[in-house]
Structure formats: structure tokens, C-alpha cells
């Protein structure tokens, strides 16, 4: 992934041993290294590896890495297994960073690894495939259980270098709303008194200076380095989007969540995970004490159907829990009573009722609130954002009243329901790729919509393909004209995707829908059938900037094809 420079100065930096970093870590972490060094020893199956073992912990080394190009020599490598097993290409991994490492840390077995090209022949008690391990120029360490304190690891090691305090993180889940809820708690917490940053789809960094980045939730190593670099940049709050993906992995392991938010769950990443319930055991892992044993306070939005799984899991870690909704008849911590939305942003009467001392006595309060944000679900964003706000600023006496006169200054997410200006019509880039996401933005539009609604999206290739009928018939419910066209293709050829879409299409459907593979050609189409009183969304790709084709990035950011467009037809 694409990240700034966050390790600290080669030139500064002084090696460290395990043994350091048990002398020098507080207890906990202590333990776990203590644990895996004693597990590893076990794994040896003869008293020369064992030796092996115990003495690494005393083996200097410069720093770890999970990249085989980045190590250099004396680093620690650690070799992790991947979501679909190449045995062929960790093999190879293995062997090129034994004649650099320091040592390696090996979630997989190694002489399982070597075995599979050897015929594991017993030799003086040894297989083929350990005798050649001992040959090796580094130990390896068998330690399958590394990601339990694989971050942990990697943050002793930079609090090593230089001790800094890092910031409080607040973690955000779900299908839906991530970097939006990330972006407006670190902007709320900004224009309340607390330094912040975000981490994230959309970047990560401090506000107005983020660097892309090419996951959602980084890797274990990127993770803490970039944690450690918003704590030399005495940042207070850390906003970061936890991924299905990320949590499933691990990748978050040793961050210091102390607030979690669940926004929803719909149909995504099931090219992933087995099932829906395999997708929401794995969201709920960040509501669990046992994997963040930070956490104080868990913001959960009670209108998903799968709340309750959250809601339990936080509730068995004994975490203050407040919900939101935008049901007024429903009882919350946080409610939408009442909602007056417009293409210039939204009016709500927020109504509060804590039950919780760490925001002051119980008591039920209305607080009219002006948002910029356009669209309904927006407002749940808001919500969740202010509730970690308020959360983050009880002790601090920041109540929710003063979030509220914070509120109308907040700008939305890049490419999330992001207005390009144009003299008539309104033209919209949004990222809803999702059946529920895009089936939402359409409906939080068409109440504005005076002529009409457009809607612009593909699916993307490689990915999912149950959900691009689904997609489709999601435009369809909620646009008057549908334009399908290519996402982010990949390798699966775009008219093979588009035909997926169309699959369960009715006639009149048919006629309402216009066919064009290339998206640009599909963006000028639609910005010039547009009416003056329609609106047309650009949906799927919102903030990205490139599209890729056959494994090949090219420049395409929705917003400026757009732009383009509008000059084009004379409408800006």
C-alpha cells in the first residue's frame, strides 16, 4: 500500500533484541513474547533447533517487515499466510529472506514448506526438510499464533527507538458509512479543541494532508507505523476504518481502540467470507475486550438487523454502550426525532437520552441540528460521529450541545454524495457500490428530485458476482433511467460483467436502461440527456482516482470526467 515514510530514520535507528523488548514492555506484552519464544521451543524437534530458538531472543536486529523486497539485512522477517495458500511463493519467500534476516517468524509451518519440494526421508532421526532448515544462514521460528501480538511486537519495537504517547482510537465498522463516520469524528474533534487524524479508504494522515492508500485497514506493520507517527505528531485522536478483511486478519491487533461504531451490514466482500454470518462475526470481533482490551464505549446503530450481535458482543465485554437511530419511535441513546432533508444539507431534531455518568446526570434532551451532509443516511453518519465525539469529550466537559455548533461547519467525505457544480441539473459522485448503499443514495435523492434521477454504475470484476444482478435491480428500483457501465474491471472482461447485471431484467426495465462499457462515454451520455430539473448519481467509485483494467491502474477520477462533461455540454 502507498503510505508516507513512518518507520523511524535509518540513520537513527539502534537495533533491539526480543529480550529488550519483554525487559522494556509492560506486562501483558511481556507475557505474550515470554509465551511465544516457549511455545516455539516446543515446536523444535531437536536439541540443536531448540537451542536455536532460545538463543534468539538475544539475536540484535534493525526492524520487522512483512514485505520480502523491503527487508534489509538484519531485519526480522515475518512470513504470514494469505487468504487463498501459495506454498510455491511462501517457499520462495522464506528461503530469499533467510540470507538476509536476522531471523524469521514464521506463521507457517516451515518444514511443512520444505517438505512439500522434498520427499521428507528420516536421516539420523531428522527429515530432509529440517536438516535443510538448519542449514539455513537465520533461524526460523515456527510461531503459528503470531497475529495475537503481532502489532503489540511491532509497537514495543518503535516505543523501543523512542517512547510517544499514542493517540486514542476510535474504530469504525460496517458495510456502509466507514469513511465518513471516520472523517467527521476527526473534524468534530478538530473544531472541538482535540488534534486528530484519519486512516482510511479515502487516506491517511491529518486532515487536509492525507496520503491514498490502496486497503481500507493497512497491514499489522503499516498500522502501527502510521499509529506511532500520529503519536510523534502529538495527535489526540486517531479515526480509522476497520475493515471485515482487516479484523478477520488481525491487522488491528494491539491498536488502543477505546471506541468502537457499527453502522451496518449488507451484501459485500462474500467473495471472502463464507456467508453473511461469517461477514458479521467478524465486525463484531471489534466490539470484544479480549481482542481490544482498550475499549470503553461501543456506538451501535439499532436499525440494522444485525445489530443484536454487536449489541451482545459489547455487552459481554461490560463496554458502555450507546445506540442511534432514525426511527423517532425508537428508544436509543441517540435519535432522529425528526429529519426536514434538502439538496442544501438537512435539518434534525436530535433527541438524547443518556444513561451513562460519564456524560453527567440522566436526562432526555432535543438539539436542533443544521448538517451540510446531504441525504438520510447521512444523518445516521452524523449521529454515530457525534457519539463518539461526545464519548471522546465527557471528561473534558465537551458536551453535546457544543458538538452540535460544530456541526454546520463539517464538509462531507470526498466522493461521498460530493455536488459537482453545474448551472442546471444536479450532478452527483458518490461510492455506493453496494445493492443497500446505492439503493439508499437514490432514495434519499428522489424526495428532491423535481424531473428525473439518474443513476450511473457498474460492478467491479473479480469480486462477488451474485451481488451484479442484485446491483442492477437496486438502480432500477430507484432511478427513473439507469446507465450501466465498467467499474473497476480487473481482469473479467467488462461486457461479461454487464451482462451478470442484467440477468432477471423485465422489458420495461430494458427501457429504461442504457448499455455503454466505457465509463467515460457512459458519464458524457447521461450529462447529456440529463434535464434541467434531473439528478444524476455517479455511483460506485466516488473518491477513487484510477481504473483498473487487465491489472493495469489508469488515471479516472469520476469527478473530474464529470466536470469535463459538464464544460463539454456547455452546463458549467
Not at 478483511?245 to 488491528?252: F, M, P
Not at 436499525?303 to 465485554?317: F, K, P
Amino acid at each position: 500500500m502507498t503510505m508516507p515514510t513512518l518507520s523511524p530514520n535509518s540513520a537513527t535507528v539502534t537495533t533491539a533484541t526480543l529480550q529488550q523488548l519483554i525487559d522494556t514492555s509492560d506486562n501483558r506484552l511481556a507475557q505474550q513474547l515470554t509465551a511465544m519464544i516457549a511455545a516455539s521451543v516446543q515446536q523444535a524437534s531437536s536439541q540443536s533447533g531448540a537451542d536455536q530458538i532460545q538463543s534468539i531472543a538475544h539475536i540484535p536486529f534493525q526492524q520487522f517487515q512483512l514485505d520480502s523486497r523491503q527487508l534489509s539485512n538484519n531485519d526480522v522477517f515475518i512470513l504470514l499466510k494469505s487468504h487463498n495458500p501459495n506454498h510455491q511463493k511462501s517457499r520462495n519467500y522464506l528461503l530469499q529472506a533467510a540470507e538476509k534476516a536476522a531471523f524469521v517468524l514464521s506463521e507457517m509451518d516451515p518444514a511443512a514448506l520444505i517438505s512439500e519440494a522434498n520427499t521428507p526421508l528420516k536421516m539420523d532421526g531428522e527429515s530432509n526438510a529440517q536438516q535443510q532448515l538448519a542449514a539455513l544462514p537465520c533461524p526460523i521460528l515456527y510461531v503459528p499464533n503470531i497475529r495475537d501480538f503481532l502489532g503489540s511486537l511491532i509497537q514495543a519495537y518503535l516505543q523501543y527507538q523512542q517512547p510517544v504517547t499514542l493517540p486514542k482510537v476510535v474504530a469504525v465498522t460496517g458495510t456502509n458509512g466507514k469513511t465518513t463516520i471516520s472523517q467527521l469524528v476527526a473534524q468534530l474533534t478538530q473544531l472541538t479543541g482535540m488534534s486528530s487524524a484519519v486512516m482510511g479508504t479515502a487516506g491517511n494522515g491529518r486532515l487536509g494532508a492525507l496520503v491514498q492508500a490502496s486497503h481500507t485497514t493497512g497491514d499489522a506493520l503499516a498500522v502501527q507505523q502510521f499509529l506511532y507517527q500520529m503519536g510523534t505528531e502529538n495527535a489526540e485522536i486517531l479515526a480509522l476504518e476497520a475493515s471485515s478483511h482487516g479484523l478477520d486478519q488481525q491487522r488491528l491487533q494491539g491498536v488502543p481502540v477505546s471506541i468502537a461504531i457499527y453502522t451496518n451490514l449488507s451484501r459485500d466482500h462474500l467473495d471472502y467470507h463464507a456467508d453473511m454470518e461469517e461477514y458479521a462475526s467478524a465486525k463484531a470481533k471489534l466490539f470484544d475486550k479480549a481482542h481490544f482490551p482498550d475499549l470503553t464505549h461501543a456506538i451501535i446503530n439499532v436499525d440494522d438487523e444485525h445489530a443484536h450481535i454487536m449489541l451482545d458482543t459489547a455487552t459481554a465485554s461490560d463496554l458502555t454502550v450507546w445506540t442511534y437511530s432514525l426511527e423517532s419511535a425508537t428508544s436509543a441513546t441517540f435519535v432522529a426525532a425528526d429529519i426536514e432533508p434538502s439538496l442544501q444539507g438537512v435539518k434534525i431534531s436530535l433527541r438524547t437520552d443518556f444513561n451513562d455518568k460519564t456524560v453527567g446526570d440522566e436526562k432526555t434532551d432535543i438539539i436542533e441540528i443544521v448538517s451540510p451532509l446531504l441525504g438520510r443516511f447521512n444523518v445516521a453518519n452524523l449521529i454515530a460521529a457525534m457519539a463518539a465525539a461526545a464519548a471522546l469529550g465527557a471528561k473534558s466537559d465537551i458536551s453535546t450541545e457544543h458538538i452540535a455548533t460544530a456541526v454546520p461547519k463539517l464538509q462531507g467525505a470526498v466522493g461521498r454524495m460530493q455536488r459537482v457544480p453545474s448551472n442546471d441539473g444536479c450532478f452527483i459522485v458518490d461510492y455506493a457500490h453496494t445493492p443497500d448503499a446505492l439503493s439508499q443514495v437514490l432514495a434519499s435523492l428522489k424526495t428532491h428530485c423535481k424531473g428525473q434521477l439518474w443513476a450511473v454504475f457498474g460492478c467491479g470484476g473479480d469480486r462477488d458476482a451474485g451481488k451484479r444482478p442484485l446491483m442492477a435491480q437496486a438502480g432500477l428500483t430507484g432511478a427513473d433511467q439507469v446507465v450501466l457501465t465498467a467499474d473497476n474491471p480487473r481482469t473479467e472482461d467488462p461486457n461479461a460483467i454487464l451482462q451478470d447485471m442484467q440477468a432477471g431484467m423485465s422489458a420495461e426495465q430494458y427501457q429504461r436502461t442504457h448499455i455503454e462499457p466505457a465509463r467515460q462515454k457512459a458519464i458524457e451520455y447521461a450529462v447529456s440527456q440529463a434535464g434541467p430539473d434531473d439528478i444524476v448519481v455517479i455511483a460506485g467509485k466516488g473518491h477513487e482516482t484510477y481504473q483498473e483494467i487487465n491489472n493495469v491502474r489508469y488515471d479516472f477520477d469520476d469527478s473530474v470526467i464529470l466536470q469535463q462533461a459538464l464544460a463539454q455540454a456547455g452546463r458549467i
